[in-house]
């Protein structure tokens, strides 16, 4: 796997611990948005209690570092698996 791919796997594999609360729209709904002066299609995920807001917040973040973690070794054990051992 090239560096490239790399980035785009890593990538899209964070982004579902991190847009959790933004809005995703479609490209259609970018392009309304252009001329919605009122800001009437902006809808964003809420949750019921600024409580609830944050721990689901903290668990996306913990998810977010044993993912990372896990992508780190899975990462490592193919490269180190490619490489000659070193005498």
Known sequence: M???DQ???LSHHLSA???RLFAAPSFLEGLSR?????ATFNIYNEDMSPEAADLMAMRS???AVGADIAYALHTYTQLSSQ???RR
Do not use: E, G, I
Request: aromatic share 16%; no cysteine.
């Open 34 to 38: 252009l001329v919605d002066f009122s």
């Open 7 to 9: 980035r785009h796997a």
């Open 83 to 85: 490489q000659p051992p």
């Open 61 to 63: 973040d913990w998810q």
């Open 17 to 19: 611990y991190t847009a």
């Open 2 to 4: 090239n560096a490239t």
